[in-house]
């Protein structure tokens, strides 16, 4: 069977040109190119194997994580990797470990709030990893309060010190990854007090562990905070518990690009302006929503080849059953995803457009379009992560039984990837920030204020209270202005009718907390116009290769159109469309996934993923899936003997029972 | 802090009698008893224990679970427990193990399906456990398909025996419950060949494993099929593999009772109706519906505590934070599931009338709403099943961070909850047969046949084409009237809409095939339905307490408008109600909020949990979080040592290289 392909016929099918498509997935030949190396490196490593990740305990997990993190930093180092190849390197690893926070969060951090004399001293021994980092914000008490939080940094004039001290149980750090067991230092948040008054929370670099044996330094308590959701999942991560017990650090260590404290222990602000931990937000955001598209475009994948090999009923008239794929249930669950999949990769790449751009007026010390980057990456986060979550287990039940198996790989990627709905912000409290730009985006409209960027249409808020759906045919549906139109109307009325029904408070927190259901609703409408806008941008592009756009412009459609179907409540009792266009719609809806049909398997493929980043025996390349199934079975510890450890003591005795005074 | 009870104030906020609600909750004062005599017996033992789960390894959480299972059957025998108060005590142990297949699946299918003679030499085996039994059914290539399971039973009418054989891959048994190292005997069913012919499937006792030894028996290779989606969950069960080389079993062990197989090789068919089958499955499913109300209970009961005991952002007067259950969004995500909790529970308790009214009917031959329950009881186990899947995830996400750690309890739960939406029926091709049904009700109509039980409605099917929902004013949707004839309009417009485009199709399986995304959806309309009905049925009963049925009501009217919300576009698009009705709703959901939160602890706590049972240190009754949540973490086997397993090997060498060659 080696080397068969059981997909072949489904990849003949595909009217369109994979090769080129692959290079609109990944943004650019060259990423494609550096994508495709990388992961194949990755690949036929034997130390990045992690088939057997689900069944181990988790102190033989964690090592091996660590095992695996020390062979890709030798790697890196012997390959003289750039740092978009080692980035992509540690990416295809696929298992979270103390490097994300180091590289993603601490050095970030220095990077972002160090003084250019701080970074000059602990960057180079962050980059070269002679110091190891976390980020040490949340706390037991504390996670989306970050205000609240009670860890304090209290200056001691007499040695030019901080104190670190965590006065009460609550203000235990709890959660940061890579604190547990790894770290040697942390980005500590903690209340500022000095001269007597608290000047809230800033960030302290401190070392927690010695450099020479690794263990805790004087006065720091430090454990990991136990098992989280899932087999392997994020258990290869240790998440910490951390306990400061008047710890003193240098002044130094408090990173002062924003604020200072002065050897005499006054507070100073430096004339930097707060606005640009924005700037960082927007960057850490952005990579969370092409994180989502990675997420959620594996699980799709996984889903779309098993549907064309498993076969449940029905009957063809050669006997054969019918491929899953063909029901019409299974595409309309599926398909979208499909379509959320390319939406959210192409989104994500605007957002590292606007990060860019973001970042540029900054230095131009141009703050104008900060907060509607900040509410827009803010409710994309949100937005992309609800949907990958529950994306990705939609795809584990369209797999059937088998999908609940680990060997299917959607189990473990469900459990990896869910907290990304918690953290960098809740994203239910993200979206209420994103409606309260709304509400005020609103209520400016009158004072001439224009709104830009993503919030522009509201611009057109007169125009849009009024404007009428055109549709009168189910193909009208497939013009990108008559969609971005309706979800305009949709996203503009529920704006305006939360701000209506605001006014009619008193107090305006109490009407914002009383309607802040309903308000996060209306920020889910701005929100998904926002996908579905770029998405038809996109496509505004020059596309090459036989039938590319095309097929993107079949997936757009599909992406618009079932957000219609799905939330057809909004539009309907906004008027935006009437009810028999909402029955038009959907029409269209069914006609666009028998065009997808055919061509499931091709888009799928030209995520060019591994089979070692898979990850799955249901998403295999070749299809090749029940053999390998019944292969992986014999894995399992437990078919270590055929008699189970146990049966002597609990099994045999009961089969052998004399039953005396049983009532049953 | 022993003792104290950080919950108190909430529980004394509540405006009801919590002891009766406990009496409505378990559906009786008997049932009560039993519960909670059993449940407090299983959480002072020390062998139930559970708390250390998630850590275990597969082999370790595996033997621990046999150990379980004996200490349940010794302490039955012991205490001479009755059959229910032993299935309450499998019940709160709390761990899916072998013998929830051997007394939930195995016996009833001898029971069902075995002669009199057959269930005479079986079952007293069974009922005393000196056989062990499972249900093998699905194959690696067969689950939603029962007919076209691949195992063949052929008779050899020379020594008056059958064959049971895997002629293929695929034909393997794969994924029954208790298989892999456990069971002695299994329901096989395989194709039953005689005479040359193909009988379709059947069911037939196969020892597996010898009573001696307990070695797979010549012939059969067993083993368990590897790990499953959580830690612990349901990886404390041994799905299993089988396969059959040609192993022989007497005639006689067919189950007989609907058809059998003379001693010549003859198939013939018992005057006993095939319907009987149905009457199983109406058994089953209900046990189903009752489990969803437990499994979404107890996660609500978690979610509600700890919103009550979290407090982030805002501050009253006092300077304390808000509690999160006190905003609007929190509520608006958990007090609906609140409702579905107890909406599932009496719902469920129909359904164990239904079987009573169906088991009586059947044995006075009487079939006529055999059809009728078989749909209803398919499509309410589809409809709660993944309403509780999803309400799980839900309420972990409604805990924050702290949610997605195991003593939780939430990740767990849902892990070993979700296969519940594919097991005893994918519930998309359940709901597909709720639709089919659906639709010859509705082709009936005019031919003068009476629609019965939940499908009465469908009889006044021109009344609700036509009726208008008089609503006025938001307090106008708390009148059960109103709610039911909304969501009868509403359902009966989805259901004729579907036949109307039905009919526009010359084949009607084609038209079945292209619309049935739609005709899913219009089976959810009619089962939610069902669900609001039973709902405000039960709240015609007399209800005793102070204060329950008034509590009750307001959660009849919060599960009842929040699917209306949830699923605006149907009563919209349908004309069942209009858009400023829609709107009044939501307004009059809100106030149902804010009537229902001080009640919200006192009615977790009625469904009586222990803290053993809840296995959550965010859901403990005594609100006592944070201590305990420290606690918990150093259990964890990577809290063994400061210093982490792999230190020397792999952080020292990192931490001190000398880097020449390093780009980066
Ligand atoms: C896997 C994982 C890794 C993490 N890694 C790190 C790390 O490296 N470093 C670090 O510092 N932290 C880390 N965290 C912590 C994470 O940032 C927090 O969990 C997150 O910010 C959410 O905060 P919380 O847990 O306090 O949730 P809470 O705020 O307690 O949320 C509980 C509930 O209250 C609701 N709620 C809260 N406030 C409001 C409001 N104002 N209005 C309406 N509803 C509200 C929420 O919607 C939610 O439903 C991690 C967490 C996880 C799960
Ligand atoms: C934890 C667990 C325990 C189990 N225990 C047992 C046991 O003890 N004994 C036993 O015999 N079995 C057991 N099973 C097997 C279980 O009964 C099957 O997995 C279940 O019947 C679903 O069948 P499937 O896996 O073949 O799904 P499939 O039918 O392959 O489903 C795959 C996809 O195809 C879709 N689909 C299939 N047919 C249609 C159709 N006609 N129209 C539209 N869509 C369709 C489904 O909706 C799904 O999305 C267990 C399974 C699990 C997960
Ligand atoms: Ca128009």
Redesign the pocket.
């Given at each position: 069977m080696a080397g068969v392909d059981h997909l072949a016929s489904e990849r003949s099918k595909a009217r369109f040109d994979v090769g080129e498509m692959k290079i609109v997935w990944a943004g650019s030949r060259h990423t494609f190119e550096v994508s495709d190396r990388i992961s194949r490196l990755v690949a036929s490593d034997p130390v990045f194997r992690k088939d057997n990740r689900a069944m181990l305990g988790r102190k033989e997990l964690f090592k091996n994580t660590l095992r695996k993190a020390s062979h890709a930093w030798k790697r890196i180092l012997e390959l003289r990797l750039s740092e978009e190849e080692a980035s992509r390197l540690r990416f295809f690893v696929d298992e979270p470990a103390f490097t994300d926070?180091h590289w993603g969060?601490f050095v970030p951090a220095i990077k972002g709030q160090g003084t250019d004399e701080q970074q000059q001293k602990w960057l180079p021994l962050a980059y070269k990893m002679q110091i190891i980092g976390?980020?040490?914000?949340?706390e037991l008490g504390?996670?989306?309060?970050v205000q609240g939080l009670e860890t304090t940094a209290t200056f001691d004039p007499q040695t030019d010190e901080f104190i670190i001290h965590s006065p009460t149980l609550t203000s235990s750090?709890?959660?940061?990854?890579?604190?547990g067991k790894v770290s040697t230092h942390a980005v500590v948040?903690a209340r500022l007090i000095t001269d007597g008054k608290d000047y809230g929370v800033n960030g302290f670099i401190v070392q927690l562990r010695s450099l020479d044996d690794h263990l805790p330094l004087p006065g720091i308590t430090i454990g990991d905070i136990g098992m989280?959701f899932g087999n392997g999942a994020?258990n290869s991560?240790d998440?910490g518990v951390l306990k400061f017990d008047h710890v003193r650090i240098p002044r130094g260590q408090m990173l002062m690009r924003v604020s200072q404290v002065t050897r005499e222990g006054k507070f100073v602000q430096s004339d930097v302006p707060r606005q640009l931990v924005y700037g960082t937000m927007v960057y850490v955001r952005q990579t969370i929503v092409a994180d989502a598209s990675c997420a959620l475009s594996r699980a799709v994948c996984i889903a779309t080849r098993y549907s064309a090999v498993r076969r449940q009923f029905g009957s063809n008239n050669d006997g054969v059953e019918t491929q899953v794929i063909d029901y019409k249930t299974q595409q309309s669950r599926l398909f979208p995803l499909l379509a959320s999949a390319y939406a959210f990769r192409f989104v994500g790449e605007w957002l590292k457009w606007l990060y860019t751009d973001v970042t540029q007026r900054l230095s131009a010390n141009d703050f104008s379009t900060l907060p509607e980057a900040h509410a827009c990456t803010a409710g994309l986060k949100s937005l992309t992560t609800s949907a990958t979550a529950d994306g990705i287990e939609a795809c584990r039940k369209l797999c059937g039984g088998h999908g609940y198996l680990c060997s299917s790989g959607l189990p473990e990627l469900f459990a990896v990837y869910v907290?990304a709905c918690?953290?960098?912000?809740?994203?239910?409290?993200l979206l209420?920030q994103v409606a309260r730009f709304l509400m005020k985006t609103v209520s400016q409209l009158g004072s001439g204020k224009k709104p830009v960027g993503t919030t522009a249409y509201m611009g057109r808020v007169e125009q849009l209270m009024q404007s009428r759906c055109d549709v009168q045919r189910a193909e009208d549906w497939l013009k990108p202005s008559v969609i971005l139109e309706a979800f305009e109307a949709r996203s503009a009325r529920m704006s305006v009718a939360c701000a209506q029904n605001l006014a009619k408070f008193e107090n305006q927190e109490e009407g914002f907390a009383e309607l802040?259901a309903t308000l996060a609703e209306a920020a889910v409408a701005h929100c998904q116009l926002i996908v579905v806008s770029k998405f038809i941008e996109k496509l505004q592009q020059d596309i090459p290769g036989k039938g590319v756009k095309e097929q993107l412009e079949i997936l757009c459609n599909i992406y618009a159109l079932f957000l219609l179907h799905n939330h057809l409540g909004d539009f309907l009792s906004t008027g935006s469309i009437t009810s028999k266009q909402g029955s038009l719609a959907n029409d269209q809806l069914r006609s666009l996934y028998s065009q997808a049909r055919p061509n499931a398997v091709a888009l799928v493929d030209a995520f060019n993923y591994t089979d070692h980043y898979l990850g799955s025996v249901l998403g295999r390349y070749d299809g090749n899936v029940y053999p390998k199934l019944y292969e992986e079975a014999w894995k399992d510890p437990l078919n270590d003997s055929v008699v189970p450890d146990g049966y002597h003591e609990y099994i045999r005795p009961l089969l052998k029972q004399q039953l005396h005074n049983a009532r049953l």
């Open positions: 926070l969060m976390c980020y040490a914000q949340t504390h996670g989306s309060n750090k709890w959660w940061p990854g890579g604190l948040y989280k994020y991560m998440n907290p918690t953290y960098e912000g809740d994203n239910v409290v209420l802040s």
